[in-house]
């Protein structure tokens, strides 16, 4: 409870902080929805020139996309540590972290919220029901919390998976880093994973897991039975990606020294 009274606590303060600058927060908003809009417009010219793509028809991949954009949303919002090489460990932030006596990694989840954020999962809801009510989708009673444990293992997925970037710097604290080429890779779990070859269809399903942030949770939605064992398993791949990324942190933190000269 004191962990949740904590962010509840820092959430609060950020919004009180980032409500100064609402002009800000729209900007930023309609900067993500134009960027969201223009991958909308991708897939709407590619099934300009076909009426299929691996089996799947334009609504049931724009149902993906906009599934996607939820549980990216929230990582979006929890999850920033694209820098964490180069501030914390290259620039020494991470000493005032550890004179804490909160978990490191809690810490530096609170420092950097950007709950604006989770504006983004608004648009991804809007494109769902905008794709559902073309295909006629019914939902039954239950699949609004099945939704819900579904978006929360798509963020445990990214999240697991960036935070096991970010380890690296414990071991190799060069300036270089893989975040950028991994965000690239994600962005396949947006589209049907079986337009890929086997290798890559492998990748996203057990090595890298994005296919479990989209495709796979959405298809369970889509009525696509033959995907069904993957969709129900989103959530126990989010909580053991995101366990394995805890575990290698307080690893990382054991080995971390401190900045030095």
């Not at 019914?138 to 609004?144: A, E």
């Amino acid at each position: 409870m004191f962990y949740v009274t904590m962010l509840f606590q820092y959430m609060s303060q950020y919004m009180k902080t980032r409500l100064q600058y609402r002009t800000d927060i729209l900007v930023e908003f309609f900067s993500d929805l134009l960027s969201q809009s223009v991958n909308l417009i991708f897939i709407l010219v590619v099934f300009g020139h076909t009426d299929l793509l691996g089996g799947w028809t334009r609504d049931e991949i724009i149902f993906i996309y906009g599934f996607f954009l939820v549980p990216y949303a929230v990582f979006s919002a929890f999850f920033n540590i694209w820098d964490f090489n180069d501030r914390y460990i290259v620039k020494g932030e991470l000493d005032r972290i550890l004179t804490r006596p909160i978990h490191s990694l809690f810490q530096i989840i609170l420092e950097r919220l950007e709950l604006e954020g989770l504006l983004g999962a608004i648009t991804g809801i809007a494109v769902m029901i905008y794709a559902g009510s073309r295909m006629g989708l019914t939902l039954s009673w239950y699949d609004p919390f099945l939704f819900i444990i579904f978006v929360i293992g798509g963020a445990l997925v990214y999240g697991g998976i960036f935070i096991i970037l970010a380890c690296i710097s414990f071991w190799a604290d060069a300036r270089t880093s893989i975040m950028p080429m991994m965000y690239n890779i994600s962005n396949y779990g947006r589209y049907p994973i079986n337009i890929y070859n086997k290798i890559i269809r492998f990748v996203l399903t057990w090595i890298l897991p994005f296919a479990f942030v989209g495709v796979y949770p959405a298809s369970y939605f889509l009525g696509r039975h033959e995907l069904l064992f993957y969709s129900l398993i989103t959530p126990l791949i989010g909580v053991v990606f995101f366990t394995l990324s805890i575990l290698l942190w307080n690893q990382g933190v054991k080995r971390y020294r401190g900045a030095g000269n």
